[in-house]
Protein backbone atom coordinates (compact mmCIF):
# COMPACT_ATOMS: atom_id res chain seq x y z
CA UNK A 1 0.00 0.00 0.00
CA UNK A 2 1.02 3.52 -0.99
CA UNK A 3 2.39 6.04 1.37
CA UNK A 4 -0.34 8.00 -0.09
CA UNK A 5 -3.06 5.42 0.40
CA UNK A 6 -1.87 5.30 4.02
CA UNK A 7 -1.63 8.75 4.42
CA UNK A 8 -5.36 8.59 3.30
CA UNK A 9 -6.14 6.58 5.64
CA UNK A 10 -4.40 8.36 8.34
CA UNK A 11 -5.86 11.54 7.61
CA UNK A 12 -9.38 9.68 7.12
CA UNK A 13 -8.80 8.61 10.79
CA UNK A 14 -8.15 11.98 12.00
CA UNK A 15 -10.85 13.61 10.22
CA UNK A 16 -12.99 10.64 11.69
CA UNK A 17 -12.26 11.30 15.19
CA UNK A 18 -11.91 15.31 14.47
CA UNK A 19 -15.70 14.59 13.22
CA UNK A 20 -16.60 12.99 16.17
CA UNK A 21 -15.07 15.06 18.73
CA UNK A 22 -16.63 18.19 17.27
CA UNK A 23 -19.77 16.49 16.79
CA UNK A 24 -19.39 15.48 20.57
CA UNK A 25 -18.27 18.68 21.66
CA UNK A 26 -21.21 19.87 19.62
CA UNK A 27 -24.04 17.49 21.34
CA UNK A 28 -22.49 18.21 24.69
CA UNK A 29 -22.28 22.04 24.03
CA UNK A 30 -25.90 22.14 22.69
CA UNK A 31 -26.94 19.93 25.97
CA UNK A 32 -25.30 22.58 28.45
CA UNK A 33 -27.01 25.40 26.48
CA UNK A 34 -30.18 23.76 26.84
CA UNK A 35 -29.66 23.06 30.84
CA UNK A 36 -28.99 26.69 31.07
CA UNK A 37 -31.85 27.98 28.94
CA UNK A 38 -34.03 25.45 30.95
CA UNK A 39 -32.67 27.07 33.86
CA UNK A 40 -32.97 30.90 32.67
CA UNK A 41 -36.30 29.80 31.69
CA UNK A 42 -37.58 28.62 34.93
CA UNK A 43 -35.85 31.52 37.03
CA UNK A 44 -37.56 33.47 34.35
CA UNK A 45 -41.21 31.63 34.80
CA UNK A 46 -41.05 32.00 38.08
CA UNK A 47 -40.18 35.61 38.03
CA UNK A 48 -43.57 35.98 36.02
CA UNK A 49 -45.71 34.12 37.91
CA UNK A 50 -44.64 35.83 41.07
CA UNK A 51 -45.58 39.15 38.36
CA UNK A 52 -48.36 37.85 37.67
CA UNK A 53 -49.64 37.15 41.41
CA UNK A 54 -48.66 40.25 42.31
CA UNK A 55 -50.62 41.82 39.30
CA UNK A 56 -53.78 39.86 40.99
CA UNK A 57 -53.19 40.93 44.15
CA UNK A 58 -52.95 44.39 42.88
CA UNK A 59 -56.67 44.09 41.31
CA UNK A 60 -57.68 42.67 44.00
CA UNK A 61 -57.04 45.76 46.45
CA UNK A 62 -58.51 47.66 43.91
CA UNK A 63 -61.43 45.65 44.22
CA UNK A 64 -61.13 45.61 47.54
CA UNK A 65 -61.10 49.58 47.43
CA UNK A 66 -64.46 49.47 45.50
CA UNK A 67 -65.97 47.59 48.39
CA UNK A 68 -65.23 49.97 50.77
CA UNK A 69 -66.42 52.84 49.34
CA UNK A 70 -69.48 51.37 48.88
CA UNK A 71 -69.64 50.87 52.98
CA UNK A 72 -68.28 54.01 53.22
CA UNK A 73 -71.36 56.53 52.23
CA UNK A 74 -73.32 54.39 55.05
CA UNK A 75 -70.03 54.23 57.45
CA UNK A 76 -70.39 58.15 57.06
CA UNK A 77 -74.20 58.36 57.18
CA UNK A 78 -74.36 57.32 60.27
CA UNK A 79 -71.38 58.93 61.63
CA UNK A 80 -73.06 62.06 60.80
CA UNK A 81 -76.56 61.30 62.07
CA UNK A 82 -74.56 60.23 65.42
CA UNK A 83 -72.98 63.32 65.78
CA UNK A 84 -76.05 65.53 64.51
CA UNK A 85 -78.68 63.85 67.73
CA UNK A 86 -75.75 64.21 70.27
CA UNK A 87 -75.48 67.35 69.41
CA UNK A 88 -79.30 68.10 69.63
CA UNK A 89 -79.27 66.68 72.52
CA UNK A 90 -77.08 68.27 74.44
CA UNK A 91 -78.60 71.55 73.58
CA UNK A 92 -81.60 70.12 75.17
CA UNK A 93 -83.77 69.51 71.87
CA UNK A 94 -87.06 67.40 72.80
CA UNK A 95 -86.96 63.60 71.18
CA UNK A 96 -89.96 64.75 69.13
CA UNK A 97 -87.48 67.12 67.68
CA UNK A 98 -84.70 64.60 67.57
CA UNK A 99 -87.49 61.99 65.30
CA UNK A 100 -88.06 64.91 62.77
CA UNK A 101 -84.47 65.36 62.73
CA UNK A 102 -84.04 61.23 61.82
CA UNK A 103 -86.86 61.16 59.25
CA UNK A 104 -85.26 64.43 57.22
CA UNK A 105 -81.96 62.82 57.23
CA UNK A 106 -83.28 59.73 55.90
CA UNK A 107 -85.32 61.59 53.10
CA UNK A 108 -81.91 63.30 52.33
CA UNK A 109 -79.81 60.35 52.13
CA UNK A 110 -82.26 58.68 50.25
CA UNK A 111 -83.04 61.72 47.96
CA UNK A 112 -78.82 62.00 47.01
CA UNK A 113 -76.74 58.93 47.99
CA UNK A 114 -78.67 56.37 46.60
CA UNK A 115 -81.24 53.42 47.20
CA UNK A 116 -79.45 51.16 48.58
CA UNK A 117 -80.28 52.49 51.94
CA UNK A 118 -83.17 51.84 53.92
CA UNK A 119 -83.13 54.28 56.43
CA UNK A 120 -81.95 55.72 59.76
CA UNK A 121 -83.54 54.16 62.62
CA UNK A 122 -82.94 53.41 66.53
CA UNK A 123 -83.23 52.70 70.01
CA UNK A 124 -82.45 56.89 71.38
CA UNK A 125 -82.91 57.74 74.79
CA UNK A 126 -84.65 55.11 75.36
CA UNK A 127 -87.29 55.35 72.94
CA UNK A 128 -87.53 53.41 69.39
CA UNK A 129 -87.27 55.68 66.30
CA UNK A 130 -87.65 54.73 62.58
CA UNK A 131 -86.94 57.61 59.88
CA UNK A 132 -88.99 55.67 57.26
CA UNK A 133 -92.16 55.55 59.29
CA UNK A 134 -92.37 52.32 59.67
CA UNK A 135 -94.51 51.33 63.58
CA UNK A 136 -93.32 48.21 64.90
CA UNK A 137 -95.71 45.53 66.18
CA UNK A 138 -96.32 45.75 70.21
CA UNK A 139 -94.06 42.44 70.39
CA UNK A 140 -91.32 44.39 68.78
CA UNK A 141 -88.69 44.84 71.58
CA UNK A 142 -85.56 46.66 69.84
CA UNK A 143 -83.11 45.82 72.49
CA UNK A 144 -83.39 42.48 71.86
CA UNK A 145 -82.32 43.15 68.13
CA UNK A 146 -79.12 42.00 66.84
CA UNK A 147 -77.84 45.49 65.17
CA UNK A 148 -78.91 46.65 68.98
CA UNK A 149 -76.82 43.87 70.96
CA UNK A 150 -74.16 44.27 68.78
CA UNK A 151 -73.75 48.04 69.03
CA UNK A 152 -73.84 47.79 72.41
CA UNK A 153 -71.42 44.93 72.47
CA UNK A 154 -68.40 47.18 71.20
CA UNK A 155 -69.69 51.03 71.91
CA UNK A 156 -67.99 53.79 70.51
CA UNK A 157 -67.22 51.94 66.71
CA UNK A 158 -69.27 51.17 64.26
CA UNK A 159 -70.45 47.47 63.92
CA UNK A 160 -72.17 45.14 61.18
CA UNK A 161 -74.46 42.35 61.02
CA UNK A 162 -75.07 39.41 59.35
CA UNK A 163 -77.01 39.29 56.23
CA UNK A 164 -80.67 38.85 56.50
CA UNK A 165 -83.54 38.75 54.41
CA UNK A 166 -85.27 42.00 54.41
CA UNK A 167 -89.54 41.29 55.87
CA UNK A 168 -90.96 44.22 53.92
CA UNK A 169 -88.67 44.38 50.64
CA UNK A 170 -87.20 40.73 50.26
CA UNK A 171 -83.63 42.34 49.51
CA UNK A 172 -80.81 40.84 51.29
CA UNK A 173 -79.49 43.68 54.07
CA UNK A 174 -77.06 44.46 56.58
CA UNK A 175 -77.26 46.82 59.57
CA UNK A 176 -74.72 48.95 60.50
CA UNK A 177 -74.86 50.97 64.16
CA UNK A 178 -72.83 52.71 66.24
CA UNK A 179 -73.84 53.54 70.34
CA UNK A 180 -74.08 57.10 70.91
CA UNK A 181 -71.28 59.29 72.78
CA UNK A 182 -73.70 60.61 75.33
CA UNK A 183 -75.61 57.18 76.32
CA UNK A 184 -74.00 54.02 75.18
CA UNK A 185 -77.23 52.25 75.60
CA UNK A 186 -78.94 54.17 72.85
CA UNK A 187 -78.05 52.81 69.21
CA UNK A 188 -78.42 54.52 65.68
CA UNK A 189 -78.76 52.14 62.90
CA UNK A 190 -79.27 51.96 59.02
CA UNK A 191 -80.14 49.08 56.95
CA UNK A 192 -77.76 48.38 53.61
CA UNK A 193 -79.04 46.20 50.98
CA UNK A 194 -76.76 44.27 49.44
CA UNK A 195 -77.75 43.78 45.36
CA UNK A 196 -75.89 46.33 43.85
CA UNK A 197 -72.46 45.02 45.78
CA UNK A 198 -73.87 41.64 45.10
CA UNK A 199 -73.81 43.00 41.57
CA UNK A 200 -70.45 44.35 41.25
CA UNK A 201 -69.05 40.90 43.02
CA UNK A 202 -70.54 39.16 40.16
CA UNK A 203 -69.21 41.08 37.69
CA UNK A 204 -66.05 40.47 38.23
CA UNK A 205 -66.06 36.76 37.80
CA UNK A 206 -66.06 38.94 33.80
CA UNK A 207 -63.01 40.92 34.65
CA UNK A 208 -60.74 37.75 34.55
CA UNK A 209 -60.90 34.27 32.92
CA UNK A 210 -59.02 32.93 35.76
CA UNK A 211 -61.34 34.35 38.76
CA UNK A 212 -63.56 30.83 39.74
CA UNK A 213 -65.45 32.61 43.11
CA UNK A 214 -65.77 35.53 44.66
CA UNK A 215 -66.91 35.77 48.14
CA UNK A 216 -66.90 38.44 50.98
CA UNK A 217 -67.06 36.83 54.47
CA UNK A 218 -67.06 38.45 57.99
CA UNK A 219 -64.87 38.23 61.39
CA UNK A 220 -66.90 34.79 61.93
CA UNK A 221 -65.57 33.63 58.42
CA UNK A 222 -70.18 33.58 57.85
CA UNK A 223 -70.94 34.51 53.94
CA UNK A 224 -71.92 37.84 53.26
CA UNK A 225 -72.02 37.56 49.65
CA UNK A 226 -70.13 34.70 47.54
CA UNK A 227 -70.08 34.83 43.60
CA UNK A 228 -69.22 31.50 41.39
CA UNK A 229 -68.23 31.88 37.72
CA UNK A 230 -71.74 31.06 36.33
CA UNK A 231 -73.29 34.04 38.15
CA UNK A 232 -75.17 32.36 41.12
CA UNK A 233 -74.85 33.50 43.68
CA UNK A 234 -73.51 30.53 46.28
CA UNK A 235 -75.39 29.09 49.08
CA UNK A 236 -74.11 28.49 52.42
CA UNK A 237 -73.69 25.06 51.41
CA UNK A 238 -71.51 25.67 48.55
CA UNK A 239 -69.47 28.40 50.54
CA UNK A 240 -68.64 25.82 53.33
CA UNK A 241 -67.30 23.58 50.90
CA UNK A 242 -64.39 26.56 50.90
CA UNK A 243 -64.28 27.09 54.15
CA UNK A 244 -61.34 24.85 54.46
CA UNK A 245 -59.52 26.73 52.57
CA UNK A 246 -60.33 29.99 53.47
CA UNK A 247 -59.89 28.98 57.15
CA UNK A 248 -56.55 28.00 56.06
CA UNK A 249 -55.94 31.03 54.24
CA UNK A 250 -57.09 33.64 56.88
CA UNK A 251 -55.10 32.10 59.25
CA UNK A 252 -52.30 32.37 57.33
CA UNK A 253 -49.63 34.95 57.04
CA UNK A 254 -49.63 34.77 53.31
CA UNK A 255 -52.16 36.64 51.73
CA UNK A 256 -52.72 34.23 49.28
CA UNK A 257 -52.46 30.03 49.42
CA UNK A 258 -52.28 27.68 46.78
CA UNK A 259 -55.17 24.99 47.03
CA UNK A 260 -55.58 21.38 45.16
CA UNK A 261 -59.17 20.40 44.80
CA UNK A 262 -59.15 16.87 42.63
CA UNK A 263 -57.49 17.40 39.23
CA UNK A 264 -57.59 21.12 39.69
CA UNK A 265 -55.25 23.56 41.32
CA UNK A 266 -56.21 26.92 42.51
CA UNK A 267 -55.20 30.54 44.06
CA UNK A 268 -57.33 31.74 47.00
CA UNK A 269 -56.61 35.22 47.74
CA UNK A 270 -57.84 37.56 50.65
CA UNK A 271 -57.87 41.18 51.19
CA UNK A 272 -58.92 42.71 54.45
CA UNK A 273 -61.95 45.88 53.88
CA UNK A 274 -62.08 48.38 56.46
CA UNK A 275 -65.05 46.78 57.81
CA UNK A 276 -62.76 44.12 59.21
CA UNK A 277 -64.33 41.29 56.93
CA UNK A 278 -62.71 40.08 53.75
CA UNK A 279 -62.97 40.01 50.23
CA UNK A 280 -61.84 36.53 49.02
CA UNK A 281 -61.03 35.45 45.41
CA UNK A 282 -60.71 31.79 44.01
CA UNK A 283 -58.31 31.64 40.89
CA UNK A 284 -57.80 28.60 38.60
CA UNK A 285 -53.94 28.71 38.63
CA UNK A 286 -54.18 26.80 34.81
CA UNK A 287 -56.23 29.70 33.45
CA UNK A 288 -54.24 32.43 35.51
CA UNK A 289 -50.50 31.31 34.12
CA UNK A 290 -52.23 30.28 30.59
CA UNK A 291 -50.31 33.00 28.95
CA UNK A 292 -47.16 32.44 30.70
CA UNK A 293 -47.20 28.76 29.03
CA UNK A 294 -47.96 29.56 25.83
CA UNK A 295 -45.38 32.73 25.69
CA UNK A 296 -42.49 30.11 27.20
CA UNK A 297 -43.99 26.91 24.69
CA UNK A 298 -43.20 29.18 21.60
CA UNK A 299 -39.83 30.87 22.90
CA UNK A 300 -38.85 27.27 23.80
CA UNK A 301 -40.04 25.65 20.23
CA UNK A 302 -38.20 28.90 18.56
CA UNK A 303 -35.47 27.59 20.09
CA UNK A 304 -35.61 24.11 19.26
CA UNK A 305 -35.49 25.38 15.80
CA UNK A 306 -33.11 26.94 15.99
CA UNK A 307 -30.73 24.79 17.57
CA UNK A 308 -31.99 22.43 14.87
CA UNK A 309 -30.67 24.92 12.18
CA UNK A 310 -27.19 25.27 13.55
CA UNK A 311 -27.06 21.32 13.96
CA UNK A 312 -28.27 21.67 10.27
CA UNK A 313 -25.60 24.12 9.37
CA UNK A 314 -23.12 22.37 11.56
CA UNK A 315 -23.54 19.40 9.17
CA UNK A 316 -23.51 20.99 6.21
CA UNK A 317 -20.32 22.29 6.79
CA UNK A 318 -18.61 19.13 7.70
CA UNK A 319 -20.26 17.49 5.33
CA UNK A 320 -18.92 20.54 2.65
CA UNK A 321 -15.34 19.85 4.66
CA UNK A 322 -15.45 16.19 3.91
CA UNK A 323 -16.68 17.33 0.01
CA UNK A 324 -13.75 19.56 0.06
CA UNK A 325 -11.10 16.95 1.43
CA UNK A 326 -12.53 13.74 -0.80
CA UNK A 327 -11.74 16.40 -3.99
CA UNK A 328 -8.15 16.91 -2.80
CA UNK A 329 -7.38 13.13 -2.51
CA UNK A 330 -8.68 13.12 -6.22
CA UNK A 331 -7.22 15.64 -7.71
CA UNK A 332 -3.86 14.29 -5.96
CA UNK A 333 -4.28 10.61 -6.71
CA UNK A 334 -4.04 8.16 -9.67
CA UNK A 335 -7.44 6.72 -10.01
CA UNK A 336 -5.44 3.85 -12.02
CA UNK A 337 -2.82 2.42 -9.04
CA UNK A 338 -4.25 4.38 -5.95
CA UNK A 339 -0.98 5.88 -5.52
CA UNK A 340 -0.01 9.89 -6.11
CA UNK A 341 -0.61 11.30 -9.28
CA UNK A 342 2.32 12.87 -11.32
CA UNK A 343 1.59 16.57 -10.32
CA UNK A 344 1.00 15.40 -6.60
CA UNK A 345 4.08 13.82 -6.52
CA UNK A 346 5.97 16.35 -8.01
CA UNK A 347 5.24 19.09 -5.65
CA UNK A 348 5.29 16.34 -2.49
CA UNK A 349 9.23 15.48 -3.68
CA UNK A 350 10.03 19.32 -4.50
CA UNK A 351 8.58 20.17 -0.85
CA UNK A 352 10.92 17.28 0.37
CA UNK A 353 13.98 18.49 -1.48
CA UNK A 354 13.43 22.48 -0.22
CA UNK A 355 13.16 21.15 2.96
CA UNK A 356 16.58 19.51 2.46
CA UNK A 357 15.41 16.28 3.47
CA UNK A 358 17.96 13.63 2.06
CA UNK A 359 16.53 10.30 0.10
CA UNK A 360 16.94 8.33 -2.96
CA UNK A 361 14.89 9.47 -6.13
CA UNK A 362 13.99 6.38 -8.36
CA UNK A 363 12.63 6.54 -11.56
CA UNK A 364 11.58 3.08 -12.56
CA UNK A 365 9.91 2.72 -16.40
CA UNK A 366 8.66 -0.17 -18.39
CA UNK A 367 10.98 -0.78 -21.18
CA UNK A 368 9.11 -1.16 -24.79
CA UNK A 369 5.48 -0.45 -22.98
CA UNK A 370 3.97 0.12 -26.39
CA UNK A 371 4.84 -3.19 -27.51
CA UNK A 372 4.09 -4.72 -24.59
CA UNK A 373 0.58 -2.81 -25.05
CA UNK A 374 -0.11 -4.27 -28.39
CA UNK A 375 0.80 -7.47 -27.75
CA UNK A 376 -1.49 -7.88 -24.11
CA UNK A 377 -3.89 -5.44 -24.62
CA UNK A 378 -4.63 -2.73 -22.60
CA UNK A 379 -6.73 -4.31 -19.81
CA UNK A 380 -3.77 -6.74 -19.46
CA UNK A 381 -1.39 -3.45 -19.17
CA UNK A 382 -3.56 -1.96 -16.85
CA UNK A 383 -3.12 -4.81 -14.71
CA UNK A 384 0.12 -4.96 -15.01
CA UNK A 385 0.60 -1.49 -13.99
CA UNK A 386 -1.59 -1.27 -11.18
CA UNK A 387 0.56 -4.73 -9.42
CA UNK A 388 3.89 -3.06 -10.25
CA UNK A 389 2.07 -0.03 -8.27
CA UNK A 390 1.95 -2.77 -5.03
CA UNK A 391 4.51 -4.09 -5.57
CA UNK A 392 6.67 -0.68 -4.79
CA UNK A 393 4.23 0.56 -2.46
CA UNK A 394 4.89 -2.33 -0.21
CA UNK A 395 8.66 -1.62 -0.80
CA UNK A 396 7.84 2.46 0.93
CA UNK A 397 7.40 3.06 4.66
CA UNK A 398 5.20 5.57 5.77
CA UNK A 399 7.26 8.67 4.87
CA UNK A 400 8.33 7.65 1.52
CA UNK A 401 7.12 8.93 -1.41
CA UNK A 402 5.44 7.34 -4.66
CA UNK A 403 3.97 8.56 -7.84
CA UNK A 404 2.25 6.72 -11.21
CA UNK A 405 3.71 9.12 -14.27
CA UNK A 406 2.26 7.47 -17.02
CA UNK A 407 1.78 3.73 -18.53
CA UNK A 408 4.48 1.99 -17.25
CA UNK A 409 6.63 4.88 -15.60
CA UNK A 410 6.81 5.51 -11.59
CA UNK A 411 8.85 7.60 -9.54
CA UNK A 412 9.61 7.45 -6.02
CA UNK A 413 11.29 8.93 -3.16
CA UNK A 414 13.34 7.26 -0.72
CA UNK A 415 13.61 9.03 2.39
CA UNK A 416 16.90 8.60 4.20
CA UNK A 417 18.19 6.12 1.67
CA UNK A 418 21.61 7.75 1.06
CA UNK A 419 23.81 5.55 -0.07
CA UNK A 420 24.43 3.44 -3.19
CA UNK A 421 24.65 0.15 -1.07
CA UNK A 422 21.31 1.14 0.58
CA UNK A 423 19.65 2.05 -2.59
CA UNK A 424 20.90 -1.14 -4.28
CA UNK A 425 19.15 -3.50 -1.56
CA UNK A 426 16.13 -1.46 -2.02
CA UNK A 427 16.37 -1.30 -6.01
CA UNK A 428 17.49 -5.05 -6.22
CA UNK A 429 14.05 -6.12 -4.29
CA UNK A 430 11.83 -4.11 -6.29
CA UNK A 431 13.29 -6.14 -8.82
CA UNK A 432 12.64 -9.21 -7.20
CA UNK A 433 9.37 -8.29 -6.67
CA UNK A 434 8.31 -7.49 -9.87
CA UNK A 435 9.60 -10.31 -11.33
CA UNK A 436 7.61 -12.62 -9.04
CA UNK A 437 3.92 -10.64 -9.83
CA UNK A 438 1.35 -12.91 -11.60
CA UNK A 439 -0.57 -11.05 -13.82
CA UNK A 440 -3.34 -13.16 -16.18
CA UNK A 441 -1.46 -13.44 -19.86
CA UNK A 442 2.29 -11.45 -18.85
CA UNK A 443 5.15 -13.30 -17.99
CA UNK A 444 6.18 -11.03 -15.89
CA UNK A 445 10.05 -12.20 -15.11
CA UNK A 446 11.17 -11.58 -18.83
CA UNK A 447 10.30 -8.08 -18.05
CA UNK A 448 12.99 -5.15 -18.67
CA UNK A 449 12.91 -2.41 -16.23
CA UNK A 450 14.96 1.10 -16.91
CA UNK A 451 16.26 2.47 -13.40
CA UNK A 452 17.28 5.57 -12.94
CA UNK A 453 18.60 6.41 -9.64
CA UNK A 454 19.78 9.71 -7.60
CA UNK A 455 21.19 9.78 -4.10
CA UNK A 456 20.88 13.10 -2.02
CA UNK A 457 22.56 14.12 0.12
CA UNK A 458 20.53 17.13 2.08
CA UNK A 459 23.16 19.36 2.55
CA UNK A 460 21.45 21.92 0.03
CA UNK A 461 17.90 23.10 -0.73
CA UNK A 462 17.45 20.60 -4.25
CA UNK A 463 15.23 21.09 -7.04
CA UNK A 464 12.63 18.49 -8.25
CA UNK A 465 13.10 19.66 -12.46
CA UNK A 466 16.87 18.56 -11.65
CA UNK A 467 16.83 15.85 -9.51
CA UNK A 468 13.92 14.43 -12.26
CA UNK A 469 16.52 15.31 -15.20
CA UNK A 470 19.12 13.73 -13.91
CA UNK A 471 16.97 10.42 -13.09
CA UNK A 472 15.81 10.61 -16.42
CA UNK A 473 19.33 10.80 -18.07
CA UNK A 474 20.00 7.47 -15.80
CA UNK A 475 16.88 5.26 -16.88
CA UNK A 476 18.32 6.67 -21.05
CA UNK A 477 21.84 5.48 -20.50
CA UNK A 478 20.28 2.33 -19.26
CA UNK A 479 18.53 1.73 -21.88
CA UNK A 480 21.59 2.38 -24.70
CA UNK A 481 23.41 0.25 -22.30
CA UNK A 482 21.48 -3.14 -21.57
CA UNK A 483 23.91 -4.64 -19.44
CA UNK A 484 24.06 -2.03 -16.43
CA UNK A 485 20.86 -2.97 -14.12
CA UNK A 486 20.73 0.14 -12.46
CA UNK A 487 22.84 3.91 -13.31
CA UNK A 488 23.23 5.67 -10.32
CA UNK A 489 24.61 9.26 -9.53
CA UNK A 490 24.57 11.45 -6.45
CA UNK A 491 23.47 15.15 -6.22
Same mark, same amino acid.
Given at each position: ?32 F ?29 S ?32 I??K ?17 L ?10 Y ?36 V??E ?58 S ?5 ? *????? %???? !???? +???? /?? &? #? ?18 LT ?9 D ?12 F ?25 ? *????? %??S? !???? +???? /?? &? #? ?6 K ?45 S ?94
Amino acid at each position: MSEFSLSRREELKKNNKLKKKTLMFFVSSVCVFMIVLIVIFSIMYRSAKKSVISLEQNHLQASASDIDVYFEKTNNAIIFSKTSIESGHEQGVPLISIKHNITSMTNTFLKYIDDTLAGLYGYIYGEYMDGSGWVPDDDYIATERPWYTAAVAKPDQLVYTAPYVDAESGNVCITIGHTLADDDKSVIAMDLTLSSLNQYISSLMTSSNAIVSAQIIDTGNAAIIASSRSGDV *LNDDA %YHSL !SSQV +TELL /NG &K #SDYSRVKSGNKTYLVYRQKLTTGWYYIAKYDEAVLFQSLRYIYFISAFVIVLVMGFILAIYRRISAQTEM *LYLQK %YESD !SDLL +TDTR /NE &K #SGRETVNKELAACHSGMFVKIELDDYNQLQKRYGVTAMNKLVIAMADKLSNRTSGNDIIYHVKDGEFCAFFKNVITQEAGSEKINAIFCDINDMHVAKIDCSKLILNIGAVVYDGKQPGSYEKIYRIADERCKKRLSDKSVSVMFTSF
